[in-house]
């Protein structure tokens, strides 16, 4: 398929289809004209990509986490930096829910005494 119906089908703009490519988490073929010809399987990894980006992921957790998907849902197979990764990619998730709950609280602050 081309690049126009996997970002259609993966929800995924042309430009960033490009960036992971030059990025190096998607590699389609090229047919002999030079255009990118998108398998299923890229499609599939363009999806994982996406829950990855949603998630907050950088591209530098992504290289580490998406040999280790086996599946859409996404499961994983024991790679040897995903738990390390997992923790890390966590705690930085959990300071940002902190900062928000005090950005929140100070909002709120601020609004009660109007």
Do not use: N, V, W
């Amino acid at each position: 398929m081309q690049i126009g119906e996997i970002a259609e089908r993966s929800g995924i703009s042309l430009r960033m289809l490009r960036y992971y490519e030059r990025e190096g988490l998607l590699s389609p073929a090229r047919r002999e004209s030079g255009y990118r010809d998108y398998s299923e399987e890229d499609l599939e990894q363009a999806r994982r990509i996406r829950q990855l980006a949603d998630a907050g992921l950088t591209i530098e957790a992504m290289h580490d986490l998406l040999p280790c998907i086996i599946s859409p849902e996404p499961r994983f197979h024991p790679c040897d930096k995903l738990r390390a990764r997992l923790s890390g990619e966590l705690s930085k998730l959990d300071r940002k829910l902190e900062d928000i709950r005090q950005s929140r609280s100070m909002i709120a602050s601020y609004l009660d005494s109007l």
